[in-house]
Structures are given as C-alpha cells and as structure tokens.
C-alpha cells in the first residue's frame, strides 16, 4: 500500500459549471474509487489522499476548492483536518464536506463547529455527492469573485496613493510625497546616527523662458529638466517637485562632500541636455539650474525646517554668484 496521492481524470462533463479542484480524503479504497469516480465525471480534477496526515500536506502546498474527507481516518481525523484548514490555512475558501457513517444530530453539529461547510452519510448517494458539489460551486466562485474584487480594489487603491504623492505635470514625486520622507529619513537618521543631505534646485531665468516661448512651452521646459534631473540621480536618491520651477533631491545616508559632488552631477546633466532658452540674460543660451545643498549630521539640533531653510539660503548665494552652479551651506552647529 502506497501513499501516493492518485489523480483520476473522466473527460467527460455533465455540466456546464467550471471545473474545482476537489481532495478526497479517506482510508477506504472503495469509498476514494466511488467519490473519485462521481466527481471527476461531472467534469472535476480529483487528488485522493489515504490519510488526513497526507491530506493536510497535500493542503499546505497545492491550491483545492473543495475538500471531501472521512471522518474516520489514520493520523488526523475529519475533524482535526477541519480545524487545520480554518485556524491555519490561507490562500482563499476551501469547502469542505465531511463524510460520515451514522449521521447522529450531534455528531453533524460537531462537525459543522469544526468548520465543514456540509456533510454526507455513507454508503455515499450519487444525487446527494452531485447536490453537494453544485453548492460548493456556487459557494467557492463566489469567494472566488469576492476575491477578484478586493484584488482589484486594493490594485485601485495602490494606484490613487500613487496619483496622490505624484506630481501631475513632471511626474517626479509631489510635495505630499517629499514631506513624507523627509520625515521618515529625519526619523532614521536620529536613530542610527547616520547624516543625510538635501539638494534645492531651481531653473535659471525661467519666467524669461516663458515670457519668450509661451506657458505650454515652460510646462515642457519644467518636464524636460525634471527628465534630466532623474537621470541625474542615482538609485538611492529621490526627487521631487518643490513648486513652481524649484525640485528637491533627498540624498540619504550622505555626507556633506558626497552631497556636494552629487549636486554637481546632477547640475551638469541638465547644462549638457542644452534645452534652448535664446532670452536668456547671461552665458549660453540654454537652459540650467542653480542648486544649494545643506547636510544634517548627527547630534545636530536643526530640524527638516531648518534644513529646508539652509538649502534655500545656499541656493539663493548660488544664484547670487552667477547661476548655474552649486552652493554648500555652511556647516550647522551640533546640539550641546
């Protein structure tokens, strides 16, 4: 005797209803031979199992609809399985029908508090194996669909979060979005003890850009250079639309020189996309940006505001000193 589990399969189909992966739980070689055989011909997939400690195995590892088990059986009984399934097992409903000899009042109810959904008395009635499955049909695509739904729903739901902390016009992460991590890395960074570093940036001479190319022009202008800015960081570092024609990059776990020079990086990628601004007042007639960096190390006092504050006092001397070049904020005093 082998505890293999066998798979029985009758082509033909008595119905029209979709097919459910059915387990058959039994000792009994002629009750697994009968249930198999009335199963798979109204057009089931049927796996047997010889005991309920095979049966639960089987359970663990492969996905079923519908669960047919003996009371009686060696290693877990009907009623064990019953609770397993309930109390540990996910992935979606399992109907189960619990198949009994005598079918006492009391013996049903325990079955019944155990977690099967319905039962049956051997020796097993064809009709009344047929009525069982058309319930668990009915049963298990139901939660199939309710399933489905809630899949749905948790996907549209995934997508308006995101919509939510986008910003519509470059894409780049909104300023909902930049306040959450800035909040969440001000956070860690308190509690290991590890710096990080902020980059403010801002489009030179952009209302001359407007003024000259027309306010559908600059929305490109501001996508192209958020295009760029993208490019321009790396995967650990995330960016994002400040406002008007201002983006930040949060740089994490950063020091002030790394900040410095990833800054730089980023700035250059835009200068060397050379975007067109023929009314610019100085240099070449392309469009840059200016940016001003500020660090936060450990032991500082200053909070994500105050850092905010210094990047915009760097990036305000970078503007200053001519444009299109990077500013570093000085150096913040730590908490005594």
């Known amino acids: 005797m082998t505890n293999e589990p066998v798979r029985l399969f009758y082509p033909a189909r008595l119905n029209s209803a979709p097919e459910m992966r059915i387990l058959i739980a039994d000792d009994d070689a002629t009750s697994r031979l009968e249930l198999t055989a009335i199963a798979s011909k109204l057009g089931h997939d049927c796996l ?30 009907g009623l064990e399985l019953c609770r397993r399934v309930r109390d540990e097992l996910d992935g979606g409903y399992l109907y ?22 319905d039962y049956l008395i051997k020796p097993i009635d064809p009709f009344a194996l047929r009525s069982r499955l058309v319930a668990a049909e009915r049963v298990t695509g139901l939660h199939h669909r309710l399933a489905d739904s809630q899949a749905q729903l948790k996907m549209a739901n995934r997508e308006l979060l995101s919509l939510s902390l986008t910003d519509s016009l470059t894409g780049l992460g909104n300023r909902r979005r930049m306040e959450e991590d800035l909040t969440r890395t001000h956070a860690r960074a308190l509690r290991v003890g590890r710096s990080y570093g902020l980059i403010l940036f801002d489009i030179d001479h952009f209302k001359p850009y407007n003024d000259r190319y027309g306010h559908q022009a600059g929305d490109e202008a501001l996508r192209q250079v958020a295009r760029c800015l993208d490019e321009g960081t ?13 983006f930040l990059v949060l740089l994490p776990d950063c020091n002030a020189d790394d900040a410095a020079s990833a800054a730089e990086r980023i700035r250059q990628v835009v200068t060397d ?37 210094r990047a915009d006092e760097a990036l305000f001397a970078a503007k200053a000193a001519g444009r299109d070049r990077v500013c570093m904020a000085p150096a913040a005093f730590a908490a005594s």
Request: glycine share 8%; proline share 4%; hydrophobic share 40%.
């Open 48 to 77: 047997v199992a010889t005991d309920g400690s095979s049966a639960w195995e089987l359970l663990s590892s492969e996905k079923f609809d519908v669960l047919l088990s003996d009371w009686m059986m060696p290693g877990l009984d």
């Open 273 to 309: 996309a050379a975007i067109a601004h023929e009314t610019r007042p100085t240099a070449s007639p392309v469009l840059t940006v200016s940016g001003g960096v500020a660090c936060w190390s450990p032991n500082s006092s200053q909070s994500v505001a105050d850092l905010l504050f």
């Open 234 to 246: 790396r995967e650990d570092e995330s960016i994002y639309r400040y406002g008007g024609e201002e």
């Open 96 to 117: 189960i029908v619990l198949i009994t000899v005598l079918g006492h009042c009391e013996e049903v109810f325990e079955g019944m508090s155990a977690g099967a959904d």
